[in-house]
Structure formats: structure tokens, C-alpha cells
């Protein structure tokens, strides 16, 4: 009965050494998805800071050609409004 005992003892030691070692390995792959994860987002967040940074470039040259476009029509409108005169 001892023997037994001692039989089903080891037993229980062995499993819970089983499942301690599949848990690390486990934490160890959560662990390398969520570098893995951080690193998306990083890379992520300096794409949305070039972007940001290249789209109001885009909206300033933009105004600038709006503008210079308007100057170019009002300064067409105003030598034949001269003339007119």
C-alpha cells in the first residue's frame, strides 16, 4: 500500500511538472506575440507620423495652387475689365 501511495505520489509530482512546463512555454509564446505585436504597432504609429506629416504638405501645396490659381483668374479678369472701361 505504501508503494502505491508512493507510486500515485510521483505520478501527480510528474503531471504538475508537465503542466508547469507547457504553462512557461505557453507564457513564452504570449510573451513573443505580444513583442511581436508591440512591434506592428510601432511600426504602424511611425507610417501614421510620415503620413500626417506628408498629407498636410499635400493640403499646404494644395492651397498654394488654389491660390496662385485664383490670382492667375483675377488677374485675367482685371485687364479686360480695364479695357472695358
Known amino acids: 500500500m505504501q508503494q502505491a501511495l508512493e507510486s500515485t505520489r510521483q505520478q501527480v509530482v510528474d503531471r504538475v511538472g508537465i503542466e508547469y512546463a507547457e504553462s512557461q512555454r505557453h507564457e513564452q509564446m504570449v510573451n513573443a506575440a505580444v513583442a511581436e505585436a508591440k512591434a506592428d504597432f ?3 504609429n511611425a507610417r501614421y ?3 500626417q506629416t506628408l498629407k498636410r504638405g499635400a493640403d499646404a ?3 498654394l495652387y ?3 490659381v485664383l490670382k492667375i483668374k483675377e488677374a ?3 485687364p ?6
Do not use: N, P
Not at 479686360?80 to 472701361?85: I, N, Q, S
Open 42 to 44: 510601432d511600426r504602424v
Open 49 to 51: 507620423y510620415d503620413y
Open 61 to 63: 501645396d494644395r492651397t
Open 66 to 68: 488654389e491660390q496662385l
Open 76 to 78: 485675367g479678369i482685371t
Open 80 to 85: 479686360d475689365f480695364k479695357a472695358t472701361r
